[in-house]
């Protein structure tokens, strides 16, 4: 018997099985999983009373809250596809992301009012406004608000079985730090077998907690608004990333499991008011999003008290393909843990990685050699929205093509060393931004650090940080470069240390280096190299680093 993969099967499931276990917490308002499944079905109704079709697009435009994850269901119940979207894009880009995908829906949160007014004219495909809230006095607004849908709209519950599994549930559109954004279109089936091997890997159990501190426009919240529902877990939505609230609610809703990217870790590390909660329930914290630190793992655990490790993946593979705790087997003490818990980790269940060379041959697993990573598992996207060309080359050979570039070792573990288009090629030589900024951040004074090329007449491009520092914690151009000096190769480390006051970043939380490069190429007349040009598999020379672990088998380079 083969039954459709649905992740509308996550949430019957939950609701036979937990019906009086709280569900969802968002607020004051707290509701069971029979509420929940309640109202999904009731947004359902809404959708299908309002004439939305099978296939059409509806969208977000909302921070975390219940509204929101009710989405992920009642949506795609109704035979539609989800498109959550990126509250922290400027007006054009939104407008060119509803235009593009076609939506013909759209729900906001009334605090985005004004962001909607600037760019609404230019939309091309949008029949009707919802609130999510009760937002009123607006002429070009429907009367009816989010919780009048759900009032007046009779309950609907699609037969699973005539649920086409490969047909697209949600659409995500790419952060686009180098170009316009691309629909990344994930099915039925990518999202259904996401969530069980996300969950699988990560050992949830169905007594769980967890707080959304990752926005649900971010590849469905990196799996968990799917895994933990079919688990009948907890979900804890906080609608801004705010560190005392933050541990607020760890402590009253007895949170077990978060997840963070850097900057968020980094802020809850370094917030005074930590220490007036109680957060002994916290078990496991995971970054991801961008490259973490072995230094911001360790202190992560010494501070909020459980354990961290990384985890890595992109929108096109709905998202996780790696995490990076201790193997059974393995002995790492002491720092060599937290360099090894801050790699880019080893493949989750179901999914395959390699590190590949140009010709597509994998790279030696000496944890030395650079190499693409690329990624054959069920998660994979569909394809890119209405771009056959770029779908082919991403997915060529079988293979979907991140761009990370990477080295890999004898024990699966795989290290980005950086973006390809952010290697920096001195004097010939490959310098990874990221080696570099792992560096810098283990000074005591560095709170971030970008580090970015910058034209040099001898080299062709040396290494710059761009560096923020800790409130009160002093620290001068000639010390940084020093301490990078003492732990790397010198042609690796920074020639020039700027000192900001904030990074920029894109709503994910990636810092936006192809904003902070323009600055320094303005006027070069030339554009920089996107691809090393080094062969991939050869080595560092001379460098000196204190990278390498000692392990008795892997050996994590940080």
Same mark, same amino acid.
């Given at each position: ?47 299908? @009373? ?23 269901? &009642? ?35 009334? #605090? ?75 099915? #039925? ?22 707080? #959304?501190?990752?926005?649900?426009? +971010? ?14 877990? @907890? +979900?804890? =939505? ?72 990384? &985890? ?27 360099? &090894? ?28 050699? =650079? ?56 004097? &010939? ?13 283990? #000074? ?115």
């Amino acid at each position: 018997m083969n039954i459709p993969l649905t992740p509308i099967r996550f949430l019957r499931y939950a609701e036979q099985q937990f019906q009086k276990r709280t569900a969802v917490v968002c607020g004051k308002e707290r509701f069971t999983y029979a509420q929940f499944a309640e109202r999904v079905s009731r947004l359902a109704g809404a959708l299908r @009373k309002a004439g939305v079709q099978t296939g059409d697009r509806v969208a977000f435009l909302s921070t975390n809250c219940h509204r929101l994850l009710e989405a992920y269901f &009642g949506v795609i119940e109704a035979g539609a596809v989800l498109l959550p979207l990126n509250i922290r894009l400027a007006p054009q880009e939104l407008a060119y992301i509803l235009n593009d995908s076609g939506a013909r829906v759209l729900f906001l949160q009334s #605090h985005f009012l004004k962001l909607l007014e600037s760019f609404r004219t230019h939309l091309t495909t949008v029949k009707s406004f919802h609130s999510l809230d009760h937002l009123t006095g607006v002429e070009w607004m429907s009367e009816q608000d989010y919780e009048s849908l759900l009032a007046a709209a009779p309950a609907f519950r699609t037969d699973i079985m005539q649920v086409n599994e490969n047909s697209p549930a949600e659409l995500f559109y790419t952060s686009g730090t180098s170009a316009e954004p691309k629909g990344v279109m994930l099915t #039925h089936r990518n999202i259904y077998l996401h969530a069980l091997n996300a969950g699988l890997a990560l050992n949830t159990d169905n007594e769980a907690a967890e707080l #959304h501190t990752i926005p649900l426009f +971010h590849a469905n919240g990196w799996g968990v608004a799917h895994f933990l529902t079919l688990l009948g877990g @907890k +979900h804890v =939505m906080i609608q801004k990333f705010d560190p005392p609230e933050v541990f607020r609610l760890i402590e009253a809703e007895r949170v077990h499991y978060c997840s963070l990217v850097p900057a968020m870790a980094t802020a809850l590390v370094n917030c005074p008011e930590r220490p007036k909660y109680d957060l002994s329930s916290l078990k496991r914290v995971t970054i991801g999003g961008s490259a973490s630190s072995p230094t911001l793992v360790r202190e992560v655990e010494e501070n909020l008290g459980c354990t961290c490790f990384s &985890g890595y993946g992109l929108t096109e593979t709905a998202p996780v393909l790696s995490i990076s705790p201790m193997k059974p087997g393995l002995s790492w003490e002491g720092e060599q843990r937290f360099a &090894g818990q801050a790699m880019t980790g080893y493949a989750i269940p179901g999914v395959e990685l390699r590190v590949v060379d140009e010709k597509d041959q994998d790279v030696p697993r000496d944890g030395l050699s =650079m190499g693409e990573i690329i990624t054959r598992t069920d998660g994979v996207m569909e394809g890119y929205w209405q771009q056959p060309q770029a779908t082919a080359e991403a997915l060529r050979g079988g293979w979907f093509h991140t761009g990370d570039m990477a080295t890999w070792n004898e024990d699966g573990y795989i290290l980005i060393v950086d973006r390809k288009k952010d290697i920096i090629v001195s004097g &010939g030589e490959n310098v990874s931004s990221l080696e570099v900024e792992k560096v810098l951040l283990s #000074h005591p004074a560095v709170l971030e650090v970008a580090v970015l090329p910058v034209p040099d007449p001898q080299w062709g491009e040396v290494p710059k940080a761009l560096v923020v520092l800790k409130p009160n914690a002093p620290a001068g151009e000639i010390e940084l470069i020093e301490h990078c000096r003492s732990r790397l190769a010198h042609y690796k480390c920074p020639r020039s240390v700027e000192f900001l006051e904030s990074l920029p970043r894109t709503g994910t939380g990636k810092v936006l280096k192809r904003d902070l490069r323009k600055k320094y190429w303005r006027g070069q007349g030339t554009i920089r190299p996107e691809f090393a040009k080094r062969g991939s598999n050869d080595k560092t020379r001379g460098s000196k680093s204190t990278s390498g672990t000692g392990a008795k088998r892997a050996t994590p380079n940080d």
